[in-house]
């Protein structure tokens, strides 16, 4: 199916674009790159720097999805909780499933 990484922090991106494997969660992200599944990385770092961009970047031309992890109001939430909820709904919806109680962004009305 596909891998999440979430944090990712930038010496686990770094790890995974130069393909540094010295630990399982470095070398389930290589495999699910080599064998060409999805593979979302949420980054954790603000601000980034030029090398993180460059990172992410190469990351997304291997085929990594960078999913950065921010927090929305279109969706008129009454808490943190519900804001929450709804980026794990978007990292969910990456991979084609459903969160309960979550709803798709279907476009403006």
């Known amino acids: 199916m596909g891998m999440v990484v979430i944090p990712c922090s930038m010496k686990t991106a770094a790890g995974i674009w130069i393909g540094y494997s010295d630990n399982l969660l470095l070398r389930a992200a290589d495999v699910t790159l080599k064998e060409r599944r999805r593979l979302v990385l949420v980054p954790r770092e603000c601000p980034m720097s030029p090398?993180?961009?460059?990172?992410?970047?190469?990351?997304?031309?291997?085929?990594?999805?960078?999913?950065?992890?921010?927090?929305?109001?279109?969706?008129?939430?009454?808490?943190?909780?519900?804001?929450?909820?709804?980026?794990?709904?978007?990292?969910?919806?990456?991979?084609?499933?459903?969160?309960?109680?979550?709803?798709?962004w279907e476009g403006m009305p």
């Open 51 to 104: 090398i993180h961009l460059r990172n992410l970047a190469d990351l997304s031309a291997m085929g990594a999805e960078i999913l950065p992890p921010m927090l929305t109001y279109y969706g008129a939430p009454q808490s943190i909780s519900d804001m929450e909820q709804q980026l794990v709904g978007r990292i969910l919806d990456r991979f084609g499933l459903d969160l309960p109680g979550c709803p798709r």
